[in-house]
């Protein structure tokens, strides 16, 4: 967790988390969802990726360029993904850093 620290945009915003977290059209100005109030962590995307990268238990694990098309949890404990190319992967945690439109948002927080 101290890689997400040390990357955050702005702390006080997860630590003061009122679930006014809005996510706008922004050509209607209506709202497209609302992330409701929770110990999110909002970081800088290249300083995450930068400080994974220097984490050789992480940077080996990394999978660039894939595109997710599933996310289940499995009976053992662990996260399993799958990708638009077929190929899985399991691990202890998911990190999507694909920004607004994220796909791991997605299964993760539906609505």
């Known amino acids: 967790m101290d890689v997400v620290e040390h990357t955050q945009v702005d702390p006080a915003v997860g630590a003061n988390d009122t679930g006014n977290f809005l996510f706008l059209n922004l050509a ?21 990726r930068q400080m994974l990268l220097r ?21 053992d404990g ?17 990190v999507g850093a694909e920004g607004t439109k994220s796909r791991t948002r997605e299964f993760v927080a539906p609505e």
Do not use: C, Y
């Open 28 to 48: 209607t100005l209506d709202v497209k969802f609302r992330i409701p109030p929770n110990h999110r962590r909002r970081v800088n995307r290249e300083r995450f």
């Open 55 to 75: 984490d050789e238990r992480v940077s080996s694990r990394i999978r660039w360029g894939k595109k997710l098309s599933n996310l289940a949890m499995l009976d």
């Open 78 to 94: 662990n996260v399993g993904a799958t990708f638009d190319d077929g190929s899985e992967t399991v691990g202890q945690i998911v």
